[in-house]
């Protein structure tokens, strides 16, 4: 087939998709084989949380830099120069020998990782013009939704039938057919950029987000109260702060945090991590009443979340066909943060004889609500970012929706700590839900001033995005036929 024969919105949208789908759900996989590879290796649980923080701190480190080197370097270079990292060092995760091994092979895969999403969104949007960014945050929401969903079942049926290793070869051929992909049909995208390579803001950043997502998220583990947990939170906080300072006086800053004076950026922004907090945050508690709480396998807990990113693949499409274009971004994100925390308060009615049916249509709903989220915030948060400006803003962008995850999953996770997941009846320990109870109402509320931070975007900042998919596609027709 002729490279000139596929379009690039098409040809950006498969790379990326697929470099999505993998990177978000080599988390919640390596979530299942955690047990198995303590087992080998004969490591505690407590050493065993390094395999999850490395990766997720070497993500917070090249995040920011992302945005910076595909512009210099070319947008299409940096996101196969990142696949065939993410790829090969799944490969050596999975070939390990030791626990030392693997973290630190997982830390380089977090480097191909941290590069991947920014640059691949960059790369998306420059695709679609403003009139067709609903379509692209629709794209976005397939792996957003399904590979949260798919980790656990994937995970479970690999470790059970297999071993722990394959949770990492999987990603191998995936990774695979996306550069051979990119390589025949992506075209290059660059744009010119002035100046050297902002090192102090580099250094300044990695370094504050490394401290900050490090203390976040082994806080739940050795305590908010652990001096080395408020040491590393503090010191990332004022290395952060050193960052804005720098940055703000740097002519050709690696993170334009000007960018924060745009209205609708900052407002999207804000209701971003707030959501994300929420509903990743409730992505990990769940797996773990399931199976902790209320007995399941990984693969029942996995089948019973599955739910959720049915009901966002139903929800992308009316949002992105129906609601937004009518509704703009301010009352469907708003609404549909209402309708994530009554899912999420509803499963705190579930107990232990309560019929499973009733927490997968929870499940259902939360991600039909969550659509109506993703994607308004996606479409609406590029729509006054000029051309040039769209990478810093995909890496400011990444950098919140990273810090949200882990935001959210310590503080459900410092829930369930606190109130304790088991309690003693009779001499003998069992399940106790009210901190799985309570930690749904937490995000849940979280939820709920998410949506009230919603309702102060303003609709005629997003209108070159408020287009119905019928009239973008005739528009896009009679453009390529100009």
């Known amino acids: 087939m002729p490279r000139r024969q596929i379009d690039q919105k098409v040809a950006v949208s498969v790379v990326f998709v697929a470099a999505m789908f993998m990177t978000i759900m080599d988390i919640t996989i390596v979530n299942v084989a955690v047990p198995s590879i303590g087992r080998q290796f004969?490591?505690?649980?407590?050493?065993?949380?390094?395999?999850?923080?490395?990766?997720?701190?070497?993500?917070?480190?090249?995040?920011?830099?992302?945005?910076?080197?595909?512009?210099?370097?070319?947008?299409?270079?940096?996101?196969?120069?990142?696949?065939?990292?993410?790829?090969?060092?799944?490969?050596?995760?999975?070939?390990?020998?030791?626990?030392?091994?693997?973290?630190?092979?997982?830390?380089?895969?977090?480097?191909?990782?941290?590069?991947?999403?920014?640059?691949?969104m960059a790369m998306l949007f420059r695709a679609f013009p403003p009139a067709e960014r609903v379509r692209a945050s629709s794209i976005?929401?397939?792996?957003?939704?399904?590979?949260?969903?798919?980790?656990?079942?994937?995970?479970?049926?690999?470790?059970?039938?297999?071993?722990?290793?394959?949770?990492?070869?999987?990603?191998?051929?995936?990774?695979?057919?996306?550069?051979?992909?990119?390589?025949?049909?992506?075209?290059?995208?660059?744009?010119?950029v002035s100046g050297r390579f902002d090192l102090p803001g580099f250094v300044l950043s990695g370094a504050g987000f490394a401290l900050v997502m490090y203390g976040v998220s082994d806080a739940p583990t050795q305590?908010?109260?652990?001096?080395?947990?408020?040491?590393?939170?503090?010191?990332?906080?004022?290395?952060?702060?050193?960052?804005?300072?720098?940055?703000?006086?740097?002519?050709?800053?690696?993170?334009?945090?000007?960018?924060?004076?745009?209205?609708?950026?900052?407002?999207?922004?804000?209701?971003?991590?707030?959501?994300?907090?929420?509903?990743?945050?409730?992505?990990?508690?769940?797996?773990?009443?399931?199976?902790?709480?209320?007995?399941?396998?990984?693969?029942?807990?996995?089948?019973?979340?599955?739910?959720?990113?049915?009901?966002?693949?139903?929800?992308?499409?009316?949002?992105?066909?129906?609601?937004?274009?009518?509704?703009?971004?301010?009352?469907?994100?708003?609404?549909?943060l209402v309708g994530v925390a009554v899912s999420m308060a509803l499963m705190t009615r579930i107990g232990f004889g309560t019929d499973l049916w009733w927490m997968r249509l929870l499940m259902f709903t939360m991600g039909l609500s969550m659509a109506q989220v993703f994607i308004p915030t996606q479409a609406a948060s590029f729509a006054t970012i000029s051309h040039a400006d769209t990478g810093q803003a995909s890496?400011?962008?990444?950098?919140?929706?990273?810090?949200?995850?882990?935001?959210?999953?310590?503080?459900?996770?410092?829930v369930l700590a606190l109130v304790g997941t088991e309690r003693m009846v009779a001499g003998h320990p069992v399940p106790d839900l009210a901190a799985y109870h309570l930690a749904f109402a937490?995000?849940?509320?979280l939820a709920l001033v998410g949506s009230a931070v919603a309702l102060t975007i303003r609709d005629a900042d997003a209108a070159a995005t408020m287009v119905r998919r019928d009239r973008a596609d005739a528009g896009s027709a009679l453009a390529a036929a100009g």
């Open 395 to 414: 890496s400011l962008f990444n950098s919140q929706r990273q810090l949200g995850s882990a935001l959210g999953v310590a503080i459900l996770t410092t």
């Open 223 to 336: 305590g908010w109260g652990s001096p080395v947990i408020l040491g590393s939170i503090a010191l990332g906080s004022m290395l952060l702060a050193a960052m804005v300072a720098v940055e703000l006086r740097s002519r050709t800053p690696l993170l334009n945090l000007r960018l924060f004076a745009n209205r609708l950026f900052r407002t999207t922004s804000l209701v971003l991590v707030l959501a994300v907090a929420a509903f990743l945050g409730i992505l990990f508690v769940v797996p773990l009443f399931f199976q902790l709480a209320l007995g399941l396998s990984a693969l029942q807990s996995g089948l019973n979340t599955f739910p959720e990113a049915i009901g966002i693949m139903v929800g992308a499409q009316a949002a992105s066909r129906l609601l937004y274009p009518r509704l703009g971004p301010r009352r469907l994100i708003s609404a549909g």
């Open 42 to 120: 004969h490591e505690s649980t407590a050493a065993l949380d390094s395999i999850a923080i490395g990766f997720l701190v070497s993500l917070a480190v090249f995040i920011p830099a992302a945005g910076w080197l595909g512009d210099r370097f070319g947008m299409k270079r940096i996101l196969l120069i990142a696949l065939f990292i993410f790829t090969t060092f799944s490969a050596l995760c999975g070939l390990a020998g030791s626990l030392s091994q693997l973290v630190l092979f997982r830390v380089a895969q977090g480097v191909g990782g941290g590069m991947l999403t920014p640059v691949g």
């Open 442 to 445: 937490v995000a849940a509320a």
């Open 140 to 192: 976005l929401t397939v792996p957003t939704a399904v590979a949260p969903a798919v980790g656990p079942v994937l995970g479970g049926l690999l470790v059970t039938d297999l071993s722990w290793r394959w949770v990492f070869f999987v990603n191998v051929p995936f990774g695979v057919l996306a550069i051979a992909f990119g390589m025949l049909f992506l075209d290059e995208q660059r744009v010119p």
